[in-house]
């Protein structure tokens, strides 16, 4: 019989922090039944496997990085758009770095055809499209590429300090504000 008040989303939750913990990784299904109170045969009364649970992280990662985007865009555009969204992004990294993991595994290989998947990942990305249409680039390729320009760079930036990647004196803030910067100063010569 399931513990009482266990549910898939439960479980879900409890590894994304797991993941948080440990590095996404070294998530295990037998540890996250100890954190869990449960035994691991138990876990396949939520879950398939390893595999639908990572499945179910992605899942999670990106429609929790969707609304922290799309809360961060709020009543913004242009730059202060930009400014808005990269700081969201470095910190739904910086705090749910396992969870952040899992949104930028090869997920789309095993489920390629994902509907749900699909939904969430369009649902991270249009706060981005939004901005940068705010910003005069709409629609089609071009958008597509300047998504993936500011992806690249709030990506690239966040995980590097998550990493411990900057052991330079220089102020990590200012850094990252630059880097926004030339981003955007880019952009108006796109």
């Known amino acids: 019989m399931p513990r009482a008040g266990l549910n898939r989303a ?30 691991k045969p138990s876990l396949y009364n939520h879950v398939a ?46 705090q749910r770095p396992g969870l952040y993991e899992a949104t930028i595994r090869s997920y789309r290989l095993l489920y390629p055809d994902d509907p749900e998947l699909e939904a969430a990942e369009g649902e991270a990305l249009e706060p981005v ?13 071009e958008a597509i590429h300047a998504a993936r320009g500011f992806r690249s760079v709030a990506h690239g930036f ?22 926004v910067r030339t981003f955007a100063d880019g952009l108006r010569s796109w």
């Open 49 to 94: 496997g390893i595999g639908d649970l990572r499945r179910e992280l992605a899942l999670a990662g990106l429609r929790e990085l969707g609304l922290s985007l799309s809360r961060a865009a709020v009543g913004k555009a242009g730059d202060d758009g930009l400014f808005a969204l990269a700081e969201a992004y470095r910190t739904f990294v910086k």
């Open 10 to 39: 439960a479980v879900v939750e409890a590894a994304g922090a797991l993941a948080d913990d440990r590095g996404l990784e070294d998530l295990s299904l037998a540890d996250l039944a100890g954190r869990l109170g449960i035994r």
């Open 158 to 179: 966040a995980t590097l300090e998550e990493a411990g990647g900057f052991g330079m004196p220089a102020d990590q803030n200012e850094s990252f504000r630059r880097l």
């Open 129 to 141: 499209l939004t901005v940068l249409a705010s910003c005069g680039i709409s629609g089609g390729e």
